[in-house]
Structure formats: C-alpha cells, structure tokens
C-alpha cells in the first residue's frame, strides 16, 4: 500500500505462477511516483521521497540479475573517470613538458652562436673602422713586453663546437620539424621553433666558441669545463635534459695561429671542483711550445695580460682586412664552421690581448680587472714573465668589470691526473 494524506492506498500486482515477485525497473518507480504524489504538499519533500524510495526499491526489490548489472555498470563507470583523469593528467604533464621544452630550445637558439648571413657580413663591413679603432686602442692598453704577447699568442686555441640532444630511450635525436624557403626554422603555436624527435628536418645543433690553450708537451690543452661540457651550465639545455632528453658534442675543433686548418680535440677529464678541463689534441704535438704554469699565486696589485677570443667569430671578423670581409660576404658559403675556416686560412685567426691589475687571490680564484668578454672562458692570464697564473672562468659581458680565474696550481693538477687518465685503464677523478 502507499500512504496518501487521506490514507492508506491500497495497490496490487499479479505475477505468473512459480515466478518470484520481482518489480522491473519502471514498477519500481512508478510505485515510488504515486508515492510521492501523496506523501507531501512540498515540491522538496515529494522529491525527497521519490528518490528515496526509489533507490530502495531498486536495490531491495528488483531482480539479482538486473542488480548485478547496475553494479557492474557503476564500477565501469567509476573506471572509466579514473581512466579518463589520468589521461587529462597526462595530457597536461606532456603540454607542461612541450612547452617546457621550447621554452629551452629558444633560451639555447639565443645564446648559440649563429650562421652569418649576407647581411651580418654588410654590417660588420659597415663598422669596420670603428671597431679596428677600438681593438687598436684595447690592445694598445696592454703595454706588455711584444715579445710575450707575441710568444703566447701561438699556444692559444681558438675552439669552435656544437652538440645537440638524443632521446634517451629511443636515441632519436632532436630536431628541427621542417624549414621555411629561406631556410630558417619553422616556427610553433606559440613562437618558438617546432622541434620534434624524429622525422627527417634538421638536426637541431647549438654553436659555440671558446678558448682553450697548450699546456703540455703532448698535446694536451686547458680549459674551462663550461667550455668542454657547455650543457652543465645552461638553463635552456637543463630544461631540455629534465624532459628525458641527453646532450651530445657533435663537433669539436680548433684553430691555431699560424696552422691552416682546423684539428679536433676531444674531452680527457673535467674537473668536479673547479670550472676547468683538460682536452686532447695530438694533431698540435710538437707544432707549439706549450706555457708554462706557474707555480704561485699572483698578488694583488700584479700587472696580467688576458689571452682569449672574446665575442667569437665576429671580433676576429672585425680585426680582419676590409677586403677580406667584401671577400666574404661576395660568397655563398658562409656559414659557421666555412667562416672560422676561412679566417684561419687568411691567416686572420689571432686572440685578443688586454691588460689588467689583480685585485685579489684566494685558493679557489683570482680576481682582474683584464677586459674580456663571453668566448674569451678558457683563455690563459699571464704574468709578465709570460707564465700563466689563471685561467679565465667568470667573464663580465661588454669588456668590463671584475672578472675570476682559476689558480694555475689547480690547472696543473688536472693536467697531472689527465696525464695519468690517458696511460692507466682506470681513468683517475
């Protein structure tokens, strides 16, 4: 029976012999309906006893089958918004780290050292003069005996590289999606170039230049490590590593005064405590006398001449001849590793000399005020007795400012264990 505001209602239901009395689905809620309709004069309270009663009779006077399915119907429900929010989850780990992604891509494409182009060559024609006059005047600060920035100079590597990124897991490398009919890069939804793993664009590369020096007889160089493994030191290559993705050198070569052509190099050891490497490089073995280190500390107040290539490509482009450059930009060839090639050729390949006064020595740095700039790291500080006390690590951008170098005591004992790495099967740290 169902209770009504003037009483009792009573409802009957003929089921067929030897069949247990189950309502169906639309029994039970057509029961629960005229329920409703008598119970209450609020809209609320008939709602309330309707979906009450309703789900009661569901559960207690329906049939075990057509429970079981509502069981399993709830259960694959609930799956399926599990499923369905780890994949939105997903989704959004794998936009975060898309995006993430670009965003170091583009950091490392700024601070790479980019293919010089028609109108790259014009403008520096253009400032020729102007910056010849300025190089002049910075090299004609030093002061220096001739006979030590002249001896020195021959040992100091002007050092070219370029690495990119492999997918751990599946070794593809990363790369560019595609590139416009004027050869650049395509660009993505959001600015940044596309890249993707796989395909068949162009592999993405990131160009640099440092500076490097010979420090013994058989060929072996000193560096800095951010020179050696420039990725340690980069936000933008950070990002890319923390998405599953390792750096890889793909080049590594140099250039010395007065030798033609470029040699590779290869990384021997890397210091774990101080911004310093050590690079091999047979090909130079016997061409140069390596400098010499020396064995103590420089003091505050000392007179240091800085050896390097600061701003790269560019600054020995601007201490080249005017022809030179019109030579240059009447070609096609002109990118980043033709360039450099071409400069050493001409006989243009020569580091840049400055001079500077220590300010201060600690066991761990020394601290000049030698102009130097981003591509003059690795480079040797000199003594004017032509013995290396430093080697240029922290550089101040525009030729200014305090810059640090790495004691030479703590460069000559990585040379030793470098030494001692290439002899032992054991590579000593």
Known sequence: PALARAGPVPRSRLSPPGRRAYNSPAEAFSDCFECARYSSDSPMGRAAVLLAGTSKELVTQTSVLFRTLVVFALIALVLTVILLARAYTSLEERLVQEELRLQGVTELLAESEQELTPEDLEAVRLELTTALERVEVLEARTDAPARVVAASSKSVVF???????????S??????????????????????????????GPV?????????FVASQDGLLLTNRHVALPWAYDGGAQMLMAQGLSPVMMRFIGFLPEVDQPFEVDLVLASGQADLAVLACTEVTGQVTPLDLATKQPAAGDEV???????????????ADEAFVRELSAGTEMDFWTVARRLSVAGHIAPLASRGIVAQTTPTAV??????????????VLDLDGRVVAVTSAVVPEFGGSNLGVPARQGASLLMQASLARTLPVRVR
């Open 305 to 319: 001449i800085v050896l390097g290539y600061p701003t790269g490509i560019r600054a020995l482009l601007a201490r």
């Open 171 to 200: 070794q593809q490398p990363l790369r560019f999606a595609g590139l416009t009919p004027e050869g650049r890069p395509q660009m993505g939804s959001k600015g940044a170039p596309a890249v993707q793993l796989g395909g068949d």
């Open 159 to 169: 050092v070219q590289g370029a690495y990119g990124f492999i997918d751990r897991e």
């Open 367 to 380: 601290v000049y005020d030698a102009e130097t700039t981003r591509g003059g790291s690795g480079g040797p």
């Open 204 to 212: 993405l590369e990131i160009m640099f230049t440092g500076t490097a």
